[in-house]
């Protein structure tokens, strides 16, 4: 039997593994060469973690598993009939796979909810790209306002927005704040970096409305110790070159904020690879792109194609980790006992519960009824982590990474490209997007948080 998994996130990754050694065939094909441990990309994007401890080769990952083959490469296209799926490579070509069974894991990708030209100014955080993207920009904003006199043009690159008040955005906000107040506080001359204001906007009343409201109100006094400002009840209905437009959604005059650097942690949506295949497949699917699927994580009318993790559209299941590795697992299982004569069990999801880290030493941890914050949620936090990271290296390096960061205050994973001088058209920073003309804005957007 030939299976095939796209996408090697944590859905297709544990799948594989399952299947590690049995008498199947099974081809991983991601468009990334490498597993990426998402939670942790914030601490890569504000240079505390390295992109190594955050990923991991496949070919590695997989090397001891004969039966299982890793590849590079973009699905794009499905052929159900043959059971035949096309693939790109990096370089523009095409190729072709077989298959018996498939698992599409491919995930979702930042949304910018049809307002696709803000992403030229607020880049989202979704894969390692995006954490280098955001690394450049705001290690770049500092070093340019110690370059300004003081006045509103520097004032601009020293104020970060972040629109979304979900784990990701609080995560990012708290990072830069504590970057501004310790990493960076005594290395300039001319600017104080704890002068730095983060901006944080969100639609709801209150930050990480996914954990329980006690939890949430321990965040928000966190979050405003550290010096984060809090803008809830708003949209961010345009983003520019010099900062966003901001709609309180209940009404009232909209507000301009200056910020030269805007992430974006609004929301998500599916890979437009899985659009394809619901449409090709006549599936399905959400707002969102997620693809409807049977109890047992089929698509209806091909119980040879499973949908799992993020992009499985059942019983509201969530958009996290433990979801995706359930999925594989249980695929991985559905496939075993069909090889034994046995028939397929529907898919459970146990909640595991949910963490959120703040600062240091200040996470939240939501498990049932148990809620713990402040430190002890911040321990709780780092095992979880730790347990889930791949490779043994990369969680022994994160460890002692963590603890130098701890104790000397220091982020060592700092570096950032600003393009080569030999090559005419590299430009030096991201100077080449001013040129670009963004579209018109155009009516205010609803938004789930990423
Ligand atoms: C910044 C951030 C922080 C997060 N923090 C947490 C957290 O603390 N706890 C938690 O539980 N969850 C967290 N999540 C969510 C969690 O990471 C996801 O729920 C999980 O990764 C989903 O797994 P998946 O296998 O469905 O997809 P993914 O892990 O996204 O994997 C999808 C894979 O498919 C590949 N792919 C996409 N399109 C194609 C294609 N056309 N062809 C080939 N390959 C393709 C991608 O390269 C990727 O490797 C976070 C997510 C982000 C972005």
Not at 90 to 114: C, K, N, R
Not at 149 to 155: K, L, V
Request: with cysteine; charged share 20%; glycine share 10%.
């Amino acid at each position: 039997m030939r299976v095939l998994i796209i996408g090697g996130g944590f859905g297709g990754l544990f799948c594989a593994r399952r299947l590690g050694g049995t008498d199947v065939d099974v081809t991983l094909l991601d468009r990334a060469a490498g597993h990426l441990f998402q939670p942790l990309l914030y601490q890569c994007a504000t240079g505390t973690l390295s992109l190594g401890q955050i990923s991991r080769p496949l070919r590695e990952e997989f090397a001891r598993h004969r039966n299982v083959t890793t590849l590079l490469g973009e699905a794009i296209d499905i052929h159900p009939q043959s059971r035949q799926l096309t693939a790109r490579r990096p370089d523009e070509t095409t190729f072709t796979l077989d298959y018996d069974v498939l698992v599409v894991a491919a995930g979702m990708q930042q949304s910018y909810f049809g307002k696709e030209h803000f992403a030229q100014w607020a880049p989202g955080m979704k894969t390692l790209d995006d954490a280098l993207h955001i690394r450049q920009r705001v290690f770049t904003a500092f070093e340019i306002a110690e370059t300004l006199p003081p006045g509103p043009e520097r004032d601009g690159w020293l104020t970060f927005a972040v629109a979304g008040g979900g784990p990701t955005g609080v995560e990012l906000a708290g990072q830069i704040r504590e970057m501004a107040t310790r990493t960076l506080a005594h290395e300039f001359h001319s600017i104080e970096p704890k002068d730095a204001r983060v901006l944080l906007f969100d639609g709801g009343e209150r930050v990480l409305k996914a954990f329980a409201p006690e939890l949430g109100e321990k965040a928000t006094k966190s979050l405003q110790k550290l010096g984060v400002e809090l803008h809830m009840g708003v949209h961010v209905t345009d983003v520019g070159r010099e900062g966003v437009t901001i709609s309180p959604k209940a009404g009232g005059p909209d507000e301009q904020y200056t910020a030269r650097t805007v992430l974006w942690t609004a929301g998500v949506e599916a890979v437009p690879f899985a659009r394809h295949i619901a449409k090709v497949l006549g599936a399905e699917s959400d707002r969102s792109g997620r693809i409807a699927v049977e109890k047992d994580l089929s698509v209806a009318g091909y119980p040879e194609i499973f949908v799992i993790g993020d992009l499985a559209g059942r019983d509201n299941l969530p958009g996290v980790a433990e979801n995706a590795m359930q999925g594989g697992l249980h695929v991985a299982s559905c496939i075993r006992r069909e090889l034994a004569g046995k028939p397929r069990r529907p898919f459970r999801y146990r909640d595991l519960g949910s963490a959120a880290y703040i600062a240091r030493r200040q996470a939240l941890l939501q498990v049932g009824p148990i809620k713990v914050a402040g430190f002890f949620g911040w321990l709780a936090w780092g095992f979880v982590h730790i347990a889930f990271l791949t490779g043994v290296r990369n969680r022994f390096s994160t460890v002692t990474t963590w603890m130098t960061t701890i104790a000397r205050e220091s982020r060592s994973h700092r570096a950032f490209m600003l393009g080569a001088t030999g090559l005419p058209d590299q430009h030096y920073t991201w100077t080449v997007w001013d040129a670009l003309t963004p579209a018109p804005s155009e009516a205010p957007v609803d938004r789930d948080d990423g």
